[in-house]
Structure formats: structure tokens, C-alpha cells
């Protein structure tokens, strides 16, 4: 079987004046599940998910296994749920560490200590979805992880304002490109409903473009961050939007080493649609994913569509679009390196290439 498709996306950026008059977004393409299990056993999808999603993969299963499962109404029990939004939460913790460390930091040897200690820990974190058994493992990867955060310089919930992280955040220039001032959206778990509706219709022609009756909300780390904290400064740019991972990450890890408050955020939901019909939602570190499948009497696949947070960000008309038109940036190297902290700051769960245009010669 060929998995083979284009994993990257194309960002644009059209000047006018030293400010951004417009950003085109070609998206990444994706695969047409469908097509390619259409006709298969439910159950040997599993082990496939994660060649077709090596991120998220944790999410990706606990999503697949809750649609099934909703799908042939079935209820899974409470300490399987349990054990998968641990699972999800871990792994959500150890793909914003990688985002916030891996590749981002010229590093001396101590600090690359810590960080292949931090995400050796992480791989133990993540070590399975469904696995049980004692929370020791759990627990002392957790502590690992805090203790390779302390020496990396963060202490809690926020970067020591001597740390490397800390001069990093200081070092993005908010004059270097000032933001417009646009309107917010945010998806929450109330639109899961509208979301799930419109992918089991419409397939590939709602996931590839999603919308919201036009509007195209922002989910991942800022979309969470407004909903603990409804008071948010406009036009958040890429150090807000990494302060907020930073924070994210120590809130997970006091839930995961039993400290921190019961998670809240609908970690994980299945839906039952009918007959042979079943959806899950995950919050995942990127934000919120969905996968939607039908199943025929043979508990063998008709449809499985799924819809990742990145066709939100990065849609051609999405939070990524709107935080960058009309902003006004510096000249040169400097406004263009504070557009692309900007563009990472949203984490795309695939590559990009990013580059910039004259609007006249577009």
C-alpha cells in the first residue's frame, strides 16, 4: 500500500508598503482513508495509524478506537476512559516539549542533557494507550521531566527570568511586526456536534476546508488558554502564544503526577450518529481532532474521515491568515524572522515553507 503524500505547507507572504497585504495558504494534502480501508476489518486499522500519523498517534488511536466503539454501541468503561485521557494528556505534554525545545535552541551539553533526558522520559510517559497497571512508571517520568524543566529554567508554570527560554522570549521583537488587531474565534467542544455532523456528510470536502457557517475558529494551546482565561491580550503574537505552551506544559504535568486539578477541557468525547455510525473528538496538543467512521454489519469500514486542528490554523482564511494580514513589519531579515516565529508559534503537526512576495509581482 502507498501512504505517500504531500506532507508540507506553502505559505506566502504579499508586502505592500512594509505591511502584509495578503497570505496565501496552500495546504497540505492528506489522506483519503476511505479509499485506502474501505472494505477492511475495523480492528486492522489500528496498528496502521500510526505510520499515517507518527505525531499525535496516541490521539489518533484513542480517537479511531472511541468512534468504533460509538459506532457499534458500545460504551467503553470508566477506567478505560481513564487510561486514555492519560494517555492523550501525556502525550499532548511531550509534543509541546518537543515544539518548545527540540530544534529551537542552540544548546550547550548540560542543557542537551536535559533535554534528551526530558524526552526519554517522555517516550516512557507515552509508552502505550490502553496499557494498566501501576502509576509509578507514570509518576517517576514525570518527575524526570520537571527536574530536566528546572534546569532548563522552568520552575512551574513560567520560564526563570534568567533562563535561556526566557532571553529567547524576550529576543521575539513585538516591533518587528505588529499584528492587526483582528477578530478572535475559538472552537470549543460545544461545536463538536456541528463538526462531526458535517464530516460524516461531507467527507473530504468539510475536512480539507473546514468551516463553521464562514467562521474558521483557532483550537491548540491558545484556544485553551482563552478558555481558562477569557481575558486575552489582541493580536496575541509568538511570545504570548509560547508563555502559554510553557504553561500548559506545567499544568500537565501536575496533572500527571496527581497535584494538579482533574482535567476539564473534554480530553476526550465520543458520539453515537446511528447505526453503524460513531465520532470522537480529542484534544490533542495541536488542538482539537475528530475522526468519523461508518461501519458495515461485518464491523468492516464504509467511511472514516478525520479532521486535524492544523486544517483550522492554517486555513486560507484561519487564525494564522487573519493574526498576519495588515500587519506591519520591519524591513528586511527582522520583520521576515518575526513572521516565521509567528507562523511556528501556531505549531502546524507538518512542515512548512514560508516565503515572501511583492504584492505587484504576486
Not at 486499522?45 to 468504533?68: D, G, I, K, M, N
Not at 509534543?95 to 548540560?110: P, Y
Not at 461545536?191 to 467562521?215: K, M, N, Q, V, Y
Not at 508563555?243 to 476526550?268: F, M, N, T, Y
Request: with cysteine; charged share 25%; net charge neutral.
Amino acid at each position: 500500500m502507498n501512504l505517500a503524500f504531500r506532507n508540507e505547507i506553502a505559505i506566502t507572504v504579499l508586502l505592500s508598503g512594509g505591511a502584509i497585504a495578503d497570505v496565501k495558504v496552500e495546504p497540505r494534502s492528506r489522506p483519503p482513508l476511505t479509499r485506502l480501508f474501505a472494505g477492511k476489518p475495523a480492528a486492522s486499522l489500528l496498528p496502521v495509524l500510526p505510520r499515517l500519523f507518527s505525531l499525535c498517534s496516541a490521539a489518533h488511536q484513542v480517537a479511531y478506537r472511541s468512534a468504533v466503539e460509538a459506532a457499534r454501541g458500545e460504551d467503553a468503561a470508566p477506567a478505560t476512559v481513564r487510561r486514555r485521557v492519560t494517555a492523550v494528556i501525556a502525550e499532548r505534554l511531550t509534543e509541546l516539549l518537543r515544539s518548545l525545545f527540540v530544534g529551537r535552541f542552540a544548546l550547550d551539553g548540560a542543557r542537551a542533557a536535559s533535554v534528551r533526558a526530558m524526552m526519554q522520559a517522555g517516550a516512557v510517559l507515552c509508552g502505550g494507550v490502553d496499557e494498566s497497571g501501576s502509576d509509578t512508571p507514570r509518576r517517576e517520568a514525570v518527575r524526570q521531566i520537571k527536574s530536566a524543566l528546572g534546569e532548563l529554567g522552568i520552575a512551574g508554570e513560567d520560564p526563570v527570568p534568567s533562563s535561556m527560554l526566557a532571553a529567547y522570549l524576550a529576543g521575539l521583537d513585538g516591533e518587528a511586526l505588529s499584528p492587526p488587531m483582528a477578530e478572535q474565534s475559538f472552537l470549543t467542544i460545544a461545536d463538536d456536534l456541528d463538526i462531526i455532523t458535517r464530516l460524516s456528510r461531507e467527507g473530504a470536502d468539510f475536512s480539507d476546508a473546514p468551516d463553521l457557517h464562514g467562521r474558521i475558529p483557532e483550537t491548540g494551546v491558545w484556544a485553551r488558554r482563552v478558555g481558562r482565561q477569557p481575558v486575552v491580550p489582541l493580536g496575541a503574537g509568538a511570545a504570548e502564544r509560547l508563555k502559554a505552551r510553557i504553561a500548559e506544559a506545567g499544568r500537565l504535568c501536575a496533572w500527571l503526577d496527581g497535584s494538579g486539578q482533574d482535567h476539564d477541557d473534554g480530553a476526550v468525547a465520543s458520539y453515537r450518529l446511528g447505526t453503524g455510525r460513531g465520532a470522537a473528538a480529542v484534544e490533542c496538543a495541536r488542538g482539537r481532532l475528530y475522526h468519523a467512521v461508518e461501519l458495515d454489519e461485518g464491523d468492516r469500514i464504509v467511511r472514516f474521515e478525520f479532521l486535524a486542528p492544523t486544517e483550522w490554523n492554517f486555513h486560507a482564511r484561519g487564525p494564522l491568515v487573519r493574526s498576519l494580514k495588515g500587519a506591519v513589519l520591519a524591513s528586511g531579515r527582522r520583520g521576515q524572522d518575526a513572521v516565521r516565529a509567528l507562523v511556528d508559534s501556531f505549531d502546524p503537526c507538518v512542515g512548512f515553507s514560508l516565503s515572501f512576495r511583492e504584492a505587484a509581482h504576486a
